[in-house]
């Protein structure tokens, strides 16, 4: 790498200088003091109910500029003095001085703060994250020291460039050689200026060309007035450094001595527990929007495990959208069928409650539907007496039922005339021999669409004229055919077709819906004066209705629960794919908090992984579904479609991503920094 190369670097590297004070909050550097103090620190390490100390009482001072080689072998605590120099680990006890400030008791996100806006890392294993190109890889501390989208890629484009990568720079990190990984590496760790490089073993794992172009660049970012520490277990490399320490079993056996130079007069701020707050340093719609960008692209480079997640989602919203659709579909069709019947009505029958064939018992008048009729609120009362008959036309035979009433019958129903007309209170006060067709029979008894008025229709062997054929009604809840009946005077029928003086039903409608209570109140009064005993029963209609609504509603949570139990399912298993994500990713959350990721960024990254999951998996779910529901219709079940239980389902899909993707979100923010970059 030639001198020009290295020096681009560095001015690149200078040129964010500013921006990289005004984001620090954190620390200063003052001419002619020790950057980076330790007083008596020592590690202590617990593991089995067994304490083994790492660190003896390290003293040292570092200053500002030093190009510094911390030597030592395999074991001798080198390492873990550099976790705790770069803020990734904490001492046990002793004193950590930055700046003239004690920073060993500062919480894990202030420490972020340090780390992201002071130290940068190079690593011996270059831990750079799989799924990112070099150009991602290199913004990563940008992106939490909350840079805009395209300044951070251009001076990442820019760092790598410089470095010889500019062919390289959507290259992942498997596609590309050792040293040009730690390349990306050292970019990496000048992104937000780097103003301490902390390199571990940074020649470890390159041939010896890149290795020594990696220390030339060390070298050259030294004399450029970065502090670099050096780890290494090297004596020739630590040589390249202008002061050597060397440590054995966790003690500094020898220092060669700080060298004074002429420091930089940049002035940072200092540490105050204000500026240093992370609550100050979290940029939420960035953050947010930075968590998507992460997330969308850490699930496509798992996209089978991200499909398979996205069923469980998918099944439990399309089975809670496909049965409240026919859930308030059936609920529909129930309360029509019964609103068919009138809900303003009230049915007299003979009988005391509870006792069977009421209806044949002989207990109610057509003096008491009468007598029904003067009571207030009270617009008609109808009686009508009915039973089976046989139908005749020519040779066509055909059973069905006849209704004998009063020409009020279809006011008090609501069931209004097709062709022709009702019988008249004439016609049932002179016993007409007429008769009134329901859809039903008509369809049967003359077929072919030929017109009935007019004609002969023979009842039990009486002849019957047809006046009039009525519109359809439908089935009552029970699923009775309202159509398949005739109507004849109720006068007609007692003479001549069932010989009964007594009648079937008293049909009330009311005028007030809002004091039907009342009005069925006046009612039993009355017929308990006329009887003088209790022999006959009332149904509301409205109060059936509102039982029916009641149990189609029970129904249908019913249903919904059943499906919600899908949706808990989908929900576990979203749960489980997130632990596994965290389990597998364990390095990369350790790279992202050692370039400065607070806790809310990782747990901003997974919690929204697992919303996009859910969110995804709701709107497949819904369309899936409302298809469900739409192929259920074509069948002939009854379906309503509404927005409430749409949103209900996506919006219990996005609670239970929430929900489910919080605790594997709060495990990996919880995280040690050192641990997790020590995960395999």
Same mark, same amino acid.
């Given at each position: 790498?030639? +001198?020009?190369?290295?020096?681009?670097?560095?001015? !690149?590297?200078? &040129?964010?200088?500013?921006?990289?004070d005004a984001?620090?909050?954190?620390?200063?550097?003052?001419?002619?003091?020790?950057l980076?103090?330790?007083?008596d620190?020592?590690?202590?390490?617990?593991s089995?109910?067994?304490?083994v100390?790492?660190l003896?009482?390290i003293?040292?001072?570092?200053?500002?500029g %030093?190009?510094?080689?911390?030597?030592? @072998?395999?074991?001798s605590?080198? !390492?873990?003095?550099?976790?705790?120099?770069?803020?990734l680990?904490?001492?046990?006890?002793?004193t950590y001085?930055? /700046?003239?400030?004690?920073v060993?008791?500062l919480?894990?996100?202030?420490?972020?703060?340090?780390?992201?806006?002071?130290?940068g $890392?190079?690593? @011996?294993?270059?831990?750079?994250?799989?799924t990112?190109?070099?150009?991602e890889?290199?913004?990563?501390p940008?992106?939490?020291?909350?840079m #805009?989208?395209?300044?951070?890629?251009k001076r990442?484009?820019?760092?790598?460039?410089?470095?010889?990568?500019?062919?390289?720079?959507?290259?992942r990190?498997?596609?590309?050689?050792?040293?040009?990984?730690?390349?990306?590496?050292?970019?990496?760790?000048?992104?937000n200026?780097?103003?301490?490089?902390?390199a571990?073993?940074?020649?470890g794992a390159?041939?010896?060309?890149?290795?020594?172009?990696?220390?030339?660049?060390?070298?050259?970012?030294h004399?450029?007035?970065?502090?670099?520490?050096?780890?290494?277990?090297?004596?020739?490399i630590a040589?390249?450094?202008?002061?050597?320490?060397?440590?054995?079993?966790?003690?500094?056996?020898?220092?060669s001595?700080?060298?004074p130079? &002429?420091?930089?007069?940049?002035?940072?701020?200092?540490?105050t527990?204000?500026?240093s707050?992370?609550a100050?340093?979290?940029?939420l719609l960035?953050?947010?929007?930075?968590?998507?960008?992460?997330?969308?692209?850490?699930?496509?480079?798992?996209?089978?495990r991200?499909?398979? !997640?996205?069923?469980?989602i998918?099944?439990?919203?399309?089975?809670?959208v *496909?049965?409240?659709?026919l859930?308030?579909?059936?609920k529909?069709?129930?309360l029509?069928r019964? %609103? #068919?019947m009138?809900?303003?009505?009230?049915?007299?029958?003979?009988? *005391? =409650?509870?006792?069977?064939?009421?209806?044949?018992?002989?207990?109610?008048?057509?003096e008491?539907?009468? /007598?029904l009729?003067?009571?207030p609120?009270?617009?008609?009362?109808? =009686?009508d007496?009915?039973?089976?008959? !046989?139908?005749?036309?020519?040779?066509?035979?055909?059973?069905s039922?006849?209704?004998?009433?009063?020409?009020?019958?279809i006011?008090?129903?609501?069931?209004?005339?097709?062709?022709?007309?009702? $019988?008249?209170?004439?016609?049932?006060?002179?016993?007409a021999?007429?008769?009134?067709?329901?859809?039903?029979?008509?369809k049967n008894?003359?077929?072919?669409?030929?017109d009935?008025?007019?004609?002969?229709?023979?009842i039990?062997?009486? =002849?019957? &004229?047809v006046?009039g054929?009525?519109?359809?009604?439908? *089935?009552?809840?029970?699923?009775?055919d309202m159509?398949?009946?005739?109507?004849?005077?109720?006068?007609?029928?007692?003479?001549?077709?069932?010989?009964?003086?007594?009648?079937?039903?008293?049909?009330?409608?009311?005028?007030?819906?809002?004091?039907?209570?009342?009005?069925e109140?006046?009612?039993?009064?009355?017929l308990?004066?006329?009887?003088?005993?209790?022999?006959f +029963?009332?149904r509301?209609?409205?109060?059936l209705?509102e039982?029916?609504?009641?149990?189609?509603n029970t129904?249908?949570?019913?249903?919904?629960?059943?499906?919600?139990?899908?949706?808990?399912?989908?929900?576990?298993?979203?749960?489980?794919i997130?632990l596994v994500?965290?389990?597998?990713?364990?390095r990369?959350?350790?790279i992202?908090?050692a370039?400065?990721?607070?806790?809310?960024h990782?747990?901003?990254?997974?919690i929204?992984?697992?919303?996009?999951v859910?969110?995804?998996?709701?709107?497949?779910?819904?369309v899936c579904?409302?298809?469900?529901?739409?192929?259920?219709?074509?069948?002939?079940?009854p379906?309503?479609?509404?927005?409430? =239980?749409v949103?209900l389902?996506?919006?219990?899909?996005?609670?239970?991503?929430?929900?489910f993707?919080?605790?594997?979100?709060?495990?990996?923010a919880?995280?040690d920094?050192?641990?997790?970059?020590?995960a395999?």
């Amino acid at each position: 790498m030639t +001198q020009s190369n290295l020096a681009a670097v560095s001015s !690149t590297m200078d &040129q964010s200088a500013t921006a990289a004070d005004a984001a620090t909050a954190a620390v200063s550097f003052r001419h002619a003091q020790s950057l980076i103090e330790l007083r008596d620190l020592t590690k202590t390490y617990h593991s089995d109910g067994l304490a083994v100390e790492i660190l003896h009482g390290i003293t040292l001072k570092i200053y500002e500029g %030093e190009f510094i080689a911390i030597m030592g @072998q395999s074991g001798s605590g080198k !390492t873990t003095l550099m976790n705790i120099l770069g803020c990734l680990d904490r001492p046990s006890t002793g004193t950590y001085l930055f /700046a003239g400030h004690d920073v060993s008791g500062l919480g894990p996100d202030d420490l972020a703060l340090l780390r992201r806006n002071i130290f940068g $890392f190079v690593f @011996q294993r270059y831990n750079l994250i799989a799924t990112e190109t070099a150009t991602e890889n290199v913004e990563i501390p940008a992106i939490y020291a909350g840079m #805009s989208r395209r300044e951070r890629i251009k001076r990442a484009q820019d760092l790598l460039c410089t470095l010889g990568l500019d062919d390289r720079l959507d290259y992942r990190p498997t596609q590309l050689s050792g040293g040009q990984q730690q390349r990306v590496s050292i970019a990496r760790a000048l992104m937000n200026g780097g103003r301490v490089i902390l390199a571990d073993e940074p020649t470890g794992a390159l041939d010896s060309t890149s290795g020594a172009e990696v220390l030339q660049l060390l070298g050259d970012l030294h004399r450029r007035g970065h502090t670099v520490i050096l780890i290494t277990h090297n004596a020739a490399i630590a040589n390249q450094a202008e002061r050597i320490l060397e440590i054995k079993d966790g003690v500094i056996v020898s220092d060669s001595g700080h060298v004074p130079r &002429q420091v930089s007069a940049t002035a940072l701020p200092t540490v105050t527990s204000e500026d240093s707050s992370p609550a100050r340093d979290i940029h939420l719609l960035p953050d947010v929007l930075e968590a998507i960008g992460m997330a969308m692209r850490s699930l496509r480079m798992n996209v089978f495990r991200t499909v398979l !997640t996205l069923l469980g989602i998918i099944i439990g919203v399309g089975a809670v959208v *496909a049965m409240l659709a026919l859930g308030d579909g059936s609920k529909q069709a129930v309360l029509a069928r019964m %609103e #068919s019947m009138g809900t303003d009505l009230l049915l007299v029958r003979p009988g *005391a =409650p509870g006792v069977r064939g009421a209806g044949d018992l002989a207990t109610l008048v057509r003096e008491d539907a009468d /007598a029904l009729a003067e009571l207030p609120n009270v617009l008609y009362a109808v =009686p009508d007496l009915g039973g089976a008959v !046989t139908l005749r036309v020519g040779d066509n035979d055909y059973q069905s039922n006849a209704t004998s009433t009063t020409a009020d019958y279809i006011k008090a129903r609501n069931w209004p005339v097709a062709r022709g007309a009702f $019988f008249s209170d004439d016609d049932v006060d002179s016993y007409a021999p007429v008769v009134v067709l329901g859809q039903t029979v008509l369809k049967n008894i003359f077929p072919g669409g030929t017109d009935p008025l007019g004609s002969y229709l023979v009842i039990n062997n009486i =002849p019957f &004229q047809v006046i009039g054929v009525l519109s359809p009604k439908g *089935a009552t809840s029970s699923g009775n055919d309202m159509d398949d009946a005739v109507f004849v005077p109720l006068t007609t029928a007692r003479m001549r077709l069932f010989g009964k003086r007594y009648i079937r039903g008293i049909t009330v409608q009311v005028a007030d819906v809002a004091k039907i209570d009342e009005t069925e109140s006046a009612i039993k009064t009355l017929l308990m004066k006329r009887h003088l005993k209790l022999d006959f +029963q009332i149904r509301n209609m409205a109060s059936l209705l509102e039982s029916a609504t009641e149990t189609q509603n029970t129904l249908t949570v019913l249903l919904s629960s059943i499906a919600a139990i899908s949706l808990l399912v989908g929900g576990i298993g979203v749960m489980n794919i997130m632990l596994v994500s965290v389990m597998e990713r364990t390095r990369e959350i350790g790279i992202r908090m050692a370039t400065g990721a607070q806790m809310l960024h990782i747990l901003l990254q997974f919690i929204t992984e697992a919303l996009i999951v859910c969110s995804v998996g709701g709107v497949a779910g819904v369309v899936c579904g409302l298809a469900g529901a739409w192929i259920a219709s074509r069948f002939g079940s009854p379906v309503v479609y509404s927005l409430p =239980p749409v949103l209900l389902a996506f919006g219990s899909a996005f609670a239970v991503g929430l929900l489910f993707g919080y605790l594997p979100a709060r495990r990996a923010a919880k995280l040690d920094p050192v641990i997790a970059l020590a995960a395999e």
